[in-house]
Nanobody, 116 residues
């Protein structure tokens, strides 16, 4: 498996920005896919954004145009830039990766709270 550690969560006002990072124990460019998911209290975990090994990105409709997923090769991190945050973005955000010979791995999550 791959160890994933998220950071960058916190409390922010509506309209503000946060940048999440996920540090991986293996080369992020070797992963078949990496992504961010989130889970709000009482809700199921949902996809936020993914990026394939070739760099193709995919976003949930609710975050398109506001969030950007990227990879930093120098730091070996998966990042999520979140702009124009809304209260409904409040959730625990999880980093995810998948590689066929290793299976799926999840981080422990980081809390994002959007509130006045």
């Amino acid at each position: 498996q791959v160890q994933l550690v998220e950071s960058g969560g916190g409390l922010v006002q509506p309209g503000g920005s946060l940048r999440l990072s996920c540090t991986a124990s293996r080369n992020i460019f070797s992963m078949y896919v990496m992504g961010w998911y989130r889970q709000a209290p009482g809700d199921q975990r949902e996809l936020v954004a993914t990026i394939s090994s070739g760099g193709t990105t995919n976003y949930a409709d609710s975050v398109k145009g506001r969030f950007t997923i990227s990879r930093d090769g120098a730091k070996n991190t998966l990042d999520l830039q979140m702009n124009s945050l809304k209260p409904e973005d409040t959730a625990v955000y999880y980093c995810y990766c998948y590689k066929p010979n290793l299976g799926a791995s999840w981080g422990r999550g980081t809390q994002v709270t959007v509130s006045p």
